[in-house]
């Protein structure tokens, strides 16, 4: 089956720590998205990159890095510098300008 | 700046009766508008989507929505409401034709009342 998958789905740090989120995807898509829920928020863009080797920060991207070495997979690590961690995040793929396609979700939460 | 507005944090609606959920934009470049829903711990899933055409769209479960230019909306309806439409449900907007991420609203909780 076609689709997008997170791991794991529950996620927990102590402070200080770094953590690294996988996103797969095995629907031959170029673009690939990290998305941070909060309560009340809607989605906030982290990141996108729309090919092998490249990406482009989003709207909240302070304290979160990227690497996108293969065309399948964009892991997201939220690093220490990143004070309130705590949240849903969701990582899309999609094709130019048509829909995303979201994954199943990490629930992270700092201990 | 380009922004995605839901009026309605929490819709309550009585069971088999109509809805709708506002959603608008601020925008004059061209746009793709998307409504998607979100059930408890679980990813967005898409309902339907504007590219073009026409401004009537329908989608899955029963909703559908239109597009109105002059007035900047994208609003979602549906005639009759079960329980299980009982969800949180976000308008997405994609300014312009490249591939960046969408602009969200902050979603509007769907609360299904027997």
């Known amino acids: 089956d076609g689709g997008i998958t997170q791991s794991p789905k529950y996620l927990f740090r102590k402070e200080g720590q770094n953590v690294t989120l996988s996103c797969e995807q095995n629907?031959?898509?170029?673009?690939m998205y990290w998305y941070r829920q909060d309560p009340g928020q809607g989605l906030r863009l982290i990141y996108y990159?729309?090919?092998?080797?490249?990406?482009q920060k989003g709207d909240i991207a302070e304290g979160y890095s990227v690497s996108r070495e293969k065309k399948e997979s964009f892991p997201l690590t939220v690093t220490s510098a990143q004070k309130n961690p705590t949240a849903f995040y969701l990582c899309?793929?999609?094709?130019?300008?048509?829909?995303?396609?979201f994954g199943p979700g990490t629930r992270l939460t700092v201990l | 700046a380009q922004s995605v507005t839901q009026l309605d944090s929490q819709v309550p609606v009585f069971e088999e009766a109509p809805v709708e959920l506002r959603c608008n934009y601020s925008?004059?470049?061209?746009?793709?508008l998307f409504w998607y829903v979100q059930y408890p711990n679980q990813g967005l899933q898409l309902l339907l989507k504007y590219l073009s055409g026409s401004t009537l769209v329908k989608g899955i479960n029963g909703f559908e929505a239109e597009f109105n230019k002059s007035q900047t909306s994208f609003h979602l309806r549906k005639p009759s409401v079960h329980i299980s439409d009982t969800a949180e449900y976000f308008c997405a907007v994609r300014f312009g034709g490249g591939a960046d991420g969408l602009t969200f609203g902050k979603g509007t909780h769907l609360i299904i009342q027997p």
């Open positions: 990159s729309q090919i092998v080797n490249d990406f």
């Open positions: 629907l031959n898509h170029d673009a």
């Open positions: 925008s004059s470049v061209s746009v793709y």
């Open positions: 899309a793929s999609s094709t130019r300008v048509y829909e995303q396609f």
